[in-house]
């Protein structure tokens, strides 16, 4: 379906909306004037007009909605019998590579560059039946907007609930919108747990588990060499848990002093310079972060080491985890700053006024109070640490080595997952199916987190609200 005709019909459509909505606001006004003015009316003119509009564009919508998910099946079915035995003979993969290349000049418009004329005969056929397709869309759409639009605006009379109509479309609408997250996180779960039980069937789940060594590599001839591969997973997790401890580390207590200091001490003025530069941090794109550890910081702790007689290797997880936790600043320094402003003023008041000092009630007083809400904040900043991959590709290289040596380097959980799904991938190998198994774990692990920071919060916001 070409994009540039769903645009036109879009477009057509609201145009058909607009001019129904005053149809049936003019037609609202005929109705009142002949039963004794607006007081007889159920409604108001417009909650008439705006219902008329609704039919008129939902039909229609609805149409294109419907189409755009079952033109490709109808184009592919009637297509197929164009397509030469001999391409059917050579397997399912021959006819996709005859497709792409039919497809290609048809979305080109070069159609002529195709010499084989069998080859043409089928883009020619392709590009026919997109055309019909996408003109039988423009007919069978505004045919039910118009006719539901007409339908609708006879239905228009004092005692017809236009309103109540009205509002129940929207929170149809509204419940829809709220829905597709919901529907997207279900989508994304079960494909991730299906392709995660093929590699169940595969590999056992104890030695993915609780194997000591990983590597993924498998052949492509059963004699090769290594052609079965081997999937412990335990030095991605330590890997995982090695550099994020680091990140929480140097995060934590910079990101929690920095908020102490901008809600107790720091002046208006001051607040309104070092808070906007703090959250800076957060908008560097995690690429310069990785440029940053792999050319300044991983080189700077070699020298160090070097100097007083450590082996530090070129990549290490103490790079990547410093880098990483200066990233992971704004996110604890923000949320704690939050949390703290919140703690109600009449609680320092009276620490103050019963003879504490100003830093007697920020460790007695307001840290206590706003402790569950820093707690929620730094397992959020967990969660954000254990997800982080380019900082570490570029810091901490892919090695996966278990070890738990910070100067050693390590490799994580979501590197191994972009790197089994770089390129051109079969997803029928044990190889390609484990990154769907360790996101399937990095999954579980961040949402224990997730659950565990909103219980947290959950529970400040019932004692201080």
């Known amino acids: ?6 645009t036109h019909l879009i477009v057509v459509i609201g145009v058909l909306a607009f001019l129904y909505f005053l149809l049936g606001r003019h037609r609202a006004y005929s109705v009142a004037r002949s039963n004794g003015g607006l007081k007889g009316m159920h409604s108001l003119p417009a909650h008439y007009g705006s219902l008329v509009a609704l039919w008129c564009a939902l039909p229609a919508l609805f149409v294109l909605i419907a189409w755009s998910l079952f033109q490709p099946f109808f184009v592919d079915t009637l297509l197929a019998s164009s397509i030469p035995d001999s391409v059917h003979e050579q397997g399912v993969r021959s006819v996709a590579l005859y497709r792409n290349e039919i497809n290609n000049a048809v979305e080109s418009g070069r159609i002529d560059s195709l010499t084989d004329p069998t080859k043409q005969a ?6 026919s039946l997109e055309k019909n397709s996408t003109l ?29 109509r009205v509002e129940t479309m929207v929170k149809a609408f509204l419940l829809l919108c709220a829905s597709i997250a919901i529907l997207t996180t279900v989508g994304i779960v079960l494909s991730v747990l299906f392709e995660s039980l093929r590699f169940f069937g595969q590999v056992n789940l104890i030695d993915f588990v609780t194997g000591l060594n990983w590597s993924p590599q498998t052949a492509i001839r ?33 990101g929690l002093m920095s ?7 720091a002046s208006s003025r001051a607040r309104s310079i070092i808070k906007p530069l703090l959250e800076m941090l957060a908008g560097i794109p995690t690429v310069v972060y990785g440029f940053f550890a792999a050319l300044s910081v991983a080189p700077f702790i070699r020298t160090i080491g070097e100097s007083v007689g450590l082996d530090v290797a070129s990549e290490s997880a103490l790079a990547a985890g410093l880098v990483m936790g200066v990233m992971i600043i704004p996110f604890v320094s923000s949320l704690s ?14 620490s103050l ?25 730094i397992l959020l900043a967990v969660s954000r640490a254990i997800g982080e991959t380019m900082i570490v590709v570029m810091a901490a290289g892919l090695a996966a080595n278990l070890t738990a040596n910070p100067l050693e380097a390590v490799t994580t959980v979501t590197v191994q997952i972009v790197t089994l799904l770089t390129g051109d991938q079969e997803f029928d190998s044990a190889k390609t199916l484990a990154a769907f ?11 224990i987190l997730n659950v565990i920071a909103l219980y947290v919060v959950r529970r400040y916001r019932e004692q201080y609200e």
């Open 1 to 6: 379906m070409d994009s540039l005709s769903v």
């Open 122 to 127: 089928v883009a020619n056929r392709l590009a």
């Open 136 to 164: 039988a869309l423009f007919v069978i759409a505004l045919c039910a907007a118009i006719a539901l639009a007409q339908f609708s605006q006879k239905c228009i009379s004092p005692s017809f609930p236009a309103r109540h």
């Open 222 to 254: 059963a004699d090769q060499v290594g052609s079965t591969g081997s999937f412990g997973a335990v030095p991605l997790f330590t890997g995982t848990l090695l550099i994020s401890l680091i990140a929480m580390l140097v995060a934590v207590p910079f």
């Open 259 to 265: 908020a102490i200091y901008l809600a107790e001490y």
């Open 337 to 350: 700053d939050d949390v703290i402003t919140a703690v109600p003023q009449a609680m320092r008041d009276g």
């Open 353 to 377: 006024g019963l003879g504490a000092t100003h830093s007697e009630t920020i460790r007695k007083v307001v840290i206590p109070a706003a402790l569950p809400g820093i707690v929620g904040g």
């Open 437 to 447: 198994a360790l996101g399937l774990m990095l999954f579980v692990v961040t949402l």
